[in-house]
């Protein structure tokens, strides 16, 4: 008899059936009797240049019969020394400071830890992280009490501490995000540690963009008042919104960052928060009570190292930014189709991600963000036509790997106006 495997964000009791993949290939996923599924979300944002892609999986191979595992407290190898000095070509020159998790959640958990720190080591109280609606950081327990509260983390409010939360920048409204944002730094009883923010696009709570402007002011106020700005580009690192990091579209130099699933091309599991010398100088010390406390079995792993050691050298090497480009142009064109779509609304785009919400009937769409029961069967639709696309309730997105051809990308084009011309009037 076999266990049951429990699926993540998997309701069990919905029958939903489970497709088994077999092997995976650039854009296309295959199972067993050969059946071709295009990855139009990257699985789960992680994939950037397609699956298996040779020079990552060679560099797997080959560091895995080298050095397999090593602890990293107290010790260190090569793929990890090489990997400092790449991501050095790829990130502003001021974050000099990288410490490797495993996942996106791990690598804010570590972002917040540093920056309460930080506040610690140098004898100031200031504990309260500031957070934008709408926020996902992901779902470990100080990821989740940053992140938007809602149904998925219901259960668990007990284990969550208190943020201050500033207003999404609302196109229009955007003025007031910054006031509140500037009144929560000005507040002398409870001056805050930091804010951690997604960069120009709100991933799982709804893709939705705001501009670099905002981006750039939000930064601005932060340094202003000594609030130390956490840029959690777990989703928008690695080229999703058009370039490298999306902070480099609104110039910001944050003051930690995050990354995470790109890191290794998103073939395994990586993840490093990078940070600004006065965090690292303010754990340095002779006194071992002022280390950073902070660690996992496999940190800094040496074969996931030199899997992100491959990923830096395709994006060296290989025409990355006009695979990028090629997506947003074609992406832009879609767009002008869908716009004739009566039935859908807040058609938008962020370098390779497009998003829009297919009407429900429910009214606001952010209401029944999730809940929405479009979403089980629009999941229903783009599985049965051979598209992995899994839809934020009625929020249709796509997140394609780059190396997606333009006629794997057109064909999930025609599946999704399908699919908005079946659900009209739903
Ligand atoms: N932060 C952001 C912005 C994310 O989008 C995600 C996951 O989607 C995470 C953090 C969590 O990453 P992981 O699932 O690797 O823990």
């Known amino acids: 008899m076999s266990l049951n495997i429990w699926h993540p964000f998997t309701q069990h009791g919905l029958g939903e059936p489970i497709p088994e993949i077999a092997r995976a290939e650039g854009a296309a996923l295959y199972q067993a009797d050969g059946t071709k599924i295009i990855d139009a979300i990257s699985s789960w944002w992680v994939q950037t240049h397609g699956h298996c892609h040779p020079t990552i999986i060679a560099a797997i191979q080959e560091q895995s019969a080298k050095l397999d595992q090593i602890i990293f407290a107290g010790w260190t190898h090569e793929p990890a020394r090489e990997l400092a000095e790449g991501l050095s070509d790829f990130l502003p020159k001021s974050l000099a400071h990288i410490f490797f998790s495993d996942s996106g959640s791990t690598a804010v958990e570590v972002a917040l830890k540093m920056a309460l720190g930080y506040w610690h080591n140098r004898g100031d109280a200031r504990q309260k992280i500031l957070v934008m609606e709408h926020s996902y950081h992901g779902d470990t327990i100080g990821a989740m009490s940053v992140g938007a509260r809602g149904v998925f983390n219901q259960a668990y409010a007990p284990l969550l501490f208190d943020v201050g939360t500033i207003a999404f920048p609302e196109a229009g409204a955007e003025q007031a995000t910054l006031d509140q944002l500037e009144a929560f730094c000005r507040d002398s009883d409870s001056p805050p540690a930091a804010l951690i923010v997604e960069p120009l696009i709100l991933g799982a709570g709804g893709m939705k963009i705001y501009s670099p402007a905002i981006l750039a002011q ?8 000594d609030v130390l700005f956490i840029a959690d580009e777990v989703m928008t690192g690695w080229g999703r919104t058009g370039s490298v990091f999306a902070c480099e579209q609104a110039d910001v130099e944050p003051d930690i960052l995050c990354m995470a699933k790109g890191l290794t091309g998103g073939v395994i599991p990586l993840a490093v928060t990078a940070a600004k010398d006065a965090i690292y100088q303010s754990h340095l010390s002779e006194d071992r009570a002022r280390m950073f406390f902070h660690s996992s079995s496999f940190t800094a792993n040496p074969i996931a190292c030199a899997a992100a050691n491959a990923n830096l050298g395709i994006w060296r090497e290989e025409p990355v930014q006009q695979r990028i480009n090629g997506i947003i142009a074609s992406h832009r064109e879609f767009s002008n189709e869908l716009k004739r779509k009566p039935n859908i609304s807040g058609l938008r785009q962020c370098g ?12 606001d769409y952010m209401s029944d ?4 029961d479009l979403g089980p069967l629009l999941l229903g639709f783009f599985r049965d036509h051979n598209i992995l696309l899994r839809p934020l309730g009625n929020t249709v997105y796509l997140m394609p790997p780059y190396c997606i051809s333009r006629g794997d990308l057109n064909t999930v084009y025609a599946v999704i106006e399908e699919a908005i011309d079946h659900f009209r009037g739903c």
């Open 369 to 372: 963000l999730y809940m929405s």
């Open 218 to 225: 939000m930064a601005s106020i932060c340094r202003a008042y």
């Open 352 to 363: 390779t991600i497009l998003a829009f919400e297919i009407d429900d009937g429910a009214g």
